[in-house]
């Protein structure tokens, strides 16, 4: 009997010791905010991830590797986004961190992630000055702001014919690097600034302002803030029966937006990340086909993001395997070589700098919907 | 054209500002103290009235507001009983009281921020988006309600003031403590019907802001202006409390579009600084409290 149970015991280490040389197992750290404010963020993307890493391993696309994701909460504060990487990287041994969600959170992880030598992905932080840093362990899928305003200027220009443009800024770090952008391209296209104006952070009444922008008379309207402060302009731009093409930044997709702004909101346009629709590729259309044959609506575009950034993190290590063994090193090496990948938001490429060329696509509410207007990609 | 509507917006802000001062005031007159929790009832005061609208969707506006103003009344009853009138009986330094006002304030904030979340809310009613055209002028309807209210206001105060012994009480006190608690008066009863009424105008101004923008924990910094706009018209003076908030309302609005919008918050206090160096005491003064 005790001859049977150590044979039997012998098969299943044998067997277990099998399983683990044919997967090897990955540890990947995805650091965000779970909980509190921004909270929408990571899970999003965290689910958006997750779908495609269930998909990716049931397909076989990772080969002989496996990969395990390990969360963490940030709660969308810069501090335990670091403290979270510092023991993923010391304890779980993780191969790489894919985070964070916001720019202040992802600037605390690099704190982090270049001593130690350890790459990072982040799917949404948008500050320009990531990527300005020379760091050879930091890339990411968003667009900067600087691309993201950059792109709006040229979209109004070539898509909606704007001549006179007029600008309302958010007087802090980000409404005023999404003007110096947007004003760059807008001058450069020979394009006139009816008006530059920048408004308190903390602004409620707008109406001065909008007086004398109606004064001016532009035929475009561009409003580079948050969507607490573009929600108030648009409505006190209905209530003074201001009617112009309106970019109010990346808030038509913001469900308080179109609560804070009331009707005015119809027709206001911005741009996302990403737009479930917009990509007319096969692995557009089949994320999204996916997406719906599980949770029976369109997926979001921090999903969408989330998505995405494990489409490219697969890629990365089919790459970093087929060239010998996949290391830390390894891993960095191969997202600096993705190069036109088809992914659910178009075709990405990771640029040498950290930053990524995609498609950006620009859309418009109408009947508190979102469609798509034009998609730019350049 | 745009200057009239640029001159009713100032108006009604500076309503909205003139409620908050004169809760200041309010409290001022009985308590000697500077309430810089104020903008944070009047922050409570919207999102009270928010949970009301959540619960009966159907309710009228009016009766909203008159929620609101109960419920802050009541929360405002309790603070002075359990926080302001023990610190005061035990003769807390002015310092100690500042900041204690200061700390309720935050407090306040943070719950809010727990209970209500992060991001602003809004009135899901027509009211909030409603436009009505006078004289060729789009208005905001809550416009009339805000300038309504405020009319009402000075009426009900000055009626409690001058024809209630609860409003000749709270006078009394206001100028003397000492000889109006010598003459039967409590003090303690003046300082809890002080705090209930000032409370109950900062909710006011909560639920009648909302409609014409939103309502966040963070909207307590209102208060300030108030205060700049309290000290203008003097602090204690009910009269005062209200031309102050006009004068910080107007002044904004117009001196924001002459001189920039991005200096618009600061021109409060460059009027209460301009006011102080000409008149220390303040447009309104009246005869000082005794201690």
Known sequence: ?378 | MNAVIQILSGLTIGCIYGLVALGFSMIFRAMGLVNFAQGDIMMLGGFLGYTALSIAPELPFVFILVIAMIATGLFGFVIERVAYRPALKRNADQIYLVLLTLGIGIVLANAARLFWGANPVVYKIPLTFDIVHVGGYPLPRVYFYIVGFMTLTIIALNLLFTKTWTGLALRAVSQDPTTSRLMGIDPGRSSSVAFVIASMLGAAAGVLYAPLFYVSFDMGAVGLKAFAAAIIGSLGSVFGAVVGGLIVGLAETIGGQIIGTEFQDSIAFAVMIAVLLLRPQGLFAQNRRVA
């Open chain 1, 1 to 378: 009997m005790l001859r049977n149970l150590s044979r039997l015991g012998a098969l299943a280490l044998s067997l277990a010791l099998a399983g683990q040389a044919s997967a090897q197992t990955l540890k990947i750290g995805i650091v965000g905010p779970l909980s509190g404010p921004s909270a929408v963020y990571g899970t999003e993307t965290l689910e958006g991830a997750r779908f495609a890493l269930e998909a990716a391993q049931a397909s076989g696309a990772l080969g002989s590797y496996k990969i395990e994701l390990i969360p963490d909460d940030s709660a969308g504060n810069p501090g335990r986004a670091a403290q979270a990487t510092a023991r993923m990287i010391a304890s779980d041994d993780v191969l790489m961190v894919i985070g964070g969600s916001t720019s202040a959170e992802t600037q605390a992880m690099i704190e982090v992630t270049r001593p130690a030598e350890v790459f990072q992905f982040s799917p949404l932080a948008q500050a320009t000055n990531l990527t300005q840093q020379g760091n050879k362990w930091f890339a990411r899928l968003s667009q900067t702001a600087d691309a993201f305003a950059g792109n709006a200027a040229i979209w109004a220009i070539e898509r909606h014919k704007a001549k006179s443009v007029y600008m309302l800024v958010r007087n802090d770090n980000y409404g005023q690097s999404l003007a110096e952008a947007f004003g760059r391209e807008i001058e450069a296209k020979g394009i006139k600034v009816a008006g530059r104006v920048a408004y308190e952070p903390a602004a409620k009444d707008f109406k001065p302002i909008l007086s004398t922008m109606g004064q001016a008379n532009p035929d475009f309207v561009a409003i580079l803030g948050l969507y607490t402060d573009t929600g108030l302009i648009v409505k006190q731009m209905g209530e003074l029966g201001i009617k112009v093409p309106t970019y109010a930044n990346t808030s038509p997709a913001i469900p308080q937006f179109i609560e804070i702004a009331g009707p005015a909101s119809d027709g206001a346009y911005g741009a996302l990340y990403y737009f479930a629709g917009s990509i007319d590729t096969a692995a557009g259309k089949k994320f999204v086909a996916d997406w719906n044959a599980k949770f029976k609506r369109d997926p979001s575009q921090y999903e969408g993001m989330g998505y995405d950034t494990m489409l490219v993190l697969v890629e990365a290590v089919k790459k970093a395997s087929a060239a010998g063994k996949v290391t830390r090193e390894s891993i960095r090496d191969a997202f600096f070589k993705i190069a036109d990948l088809p992914v659910a938001s178009g075709n990405v490429s990771i640029l040498p700098n950290g930053d990524v060329k995609r498609p950006l696509p620009f859309v418009q509410l109408k009947d508190g919907k979102l469609k798509l207007d034009f998609l730019l990609d350049k």
